[in-house]
């Protein structure tokens, strides 16, 4: 018996052993590894027509093939990217979306202004995009888009919060 606000109340750790080993099976047992959230915010729209997409990508392979679908219309039907929202373009020109649930990792964003409505990234002649656009970490490439490596940013167990300032090229409108 323990002793319990001056009283005697059962020692239930005597009495029945099988629980106390359930519970430091529980207190030992590994955690599951936390989801963590991202919030994305596009920053420097410049008009309120067409659609904002924003794709998220955690590895090298799907963020590539990203980059190269993006001219085409299949940008948010790939199997390969970890997540793809469209958004409206409004008039306050900022968009913003929450990926929730990510376990830890490397996870990279890319995001274009469609403008026109024509579910892909314009380019001109040379292949420069003529429609805004932006990857995480406000990285550019040199004469291309940029590698995940440059792009992708740690997410742990935590709540994190970007900003992608869009990119216009000096022949745009």
């Known amino acids: 018996m323990a002793m319990l606000g001056g009283k005697k109340v059962p020692d239930w750790t005597a009495t029945h052993p099988a629980r106390l080993v359930a519970v430091i099976s529980l207190a030992l047992a590994p955690l599951p590894v936390a989801a963590g959230e991202l919030r ?3 920053e420097g729209i410049r008009s309120s027509d067409g659609t904002v997409m924003i794709g998220l990508y955690d590895s090298p ?3 590539a093939r990203a980059v190269e679908a993006s001219a085409g219309e299949g940008f948010l039907v790939d199997p390969q990217r970890f997540a793809a929202v469209a958004l409206r373009a409004n008039a306050a020109m900022r968009s913003a979306v929450v990926f929730s649930n990510l376990d830890p ?3 990279a964003v890319i995001a274009f202004h469609d ?3 024509n579910t892909k990234l314009d380019k001109n002649f040379m292949g420069v995009p003529i ?3 932006g990857f995480s970490n406000n990285v550019q490439g040199f004469l291309g ?3 995940f490596d440059d792009a992708a940013m740690a997410l742990e167990d935590n709540n994190q919060a970007i900003h992608i300032a869009m990119v216009y090229h000096k022949e745009d409108k």
């Open 145 to 147: 888009p940029p590698p």
């Open 61 to 63: 392979a799907s963020f």
């Open 105 to 107: 990792g490397r996870y």
């Open 115 to 117: 403008e026109n409505g």
């Open 131 to 133: 429609e805004p656009y």
């Open 40 to 42: 994305v915010t596009i």
